[in-house]
């Protein structure tokens, strides 16, 4: 089975900060990564597919980057609304999704 | 608009059933399978397997093997699932998800039914 691991689990930044977070596969994915965020009682929003393509209507502060095992969703410019948590989804193999990185506003 | 609408919270005891609904609308049914994941209160998702709309065969992650029965009513536009034997770990919030024309990532999600199990 593929295993994800996101870092960090928290990450606390100001509005206007530039986030990165990231996701490790355990093996070689090629580019089958989605990214999501979650907000409390909500399913999950789909931001980014094939590891880099920005879904439509998602503002383009959100970038996903990376292939094969290390992946990354960049936030430009981060806004009070992008408190949330944030998974990816590998979807070579089955599925797997990462435990999160919960963002919060310092 | 694609729009997938799920049952209500449930409240269960211990050892007793549930079965969860997923209506979907804006599409045809058939076209595209029904994912189902699980969301532990606090904790991440968890991806438990599909059904094949058109067939109505079943695929079951690894541990969801047993207790877990994914069914349909086709003409109905509606996919189930069903969990026995109900234990407190079961307490979860319960998604059902679809992929796209174009790729398997989940573009489309129903709003979750939770589920409370105890005693």
New interface residues.
Partial sequence: ?IQMTQSPSFLSASVGDRVTLSCKASQNINK?L?WYQQKLG?????LI??ANSL?TGIPSRFSGSGSGTDFTLTISSLQPEDVATY?C?Q?NS???????TKLELK | QIQLVQSGPELKKPGESVKISCKASGYTFTDYAMHWVKQAPGKGLKWMGWINTYTGKPTYADDFKGRFVFSLEASASTANLQISNLKNEDTATYFCARATPTGHWFAYWGQGTLVTVSS
């Avoid at chain 1, 089955?94 to 999160?100: D, E």
Wanted: no cysteine; proline share 5%.
């Fill in positions: 089975d089958y989605a909500e399913a999950p929003k789909l597919y094939n879904q998974f989804l979807h089955w599925y797997t999704f990462g435990a999160g």
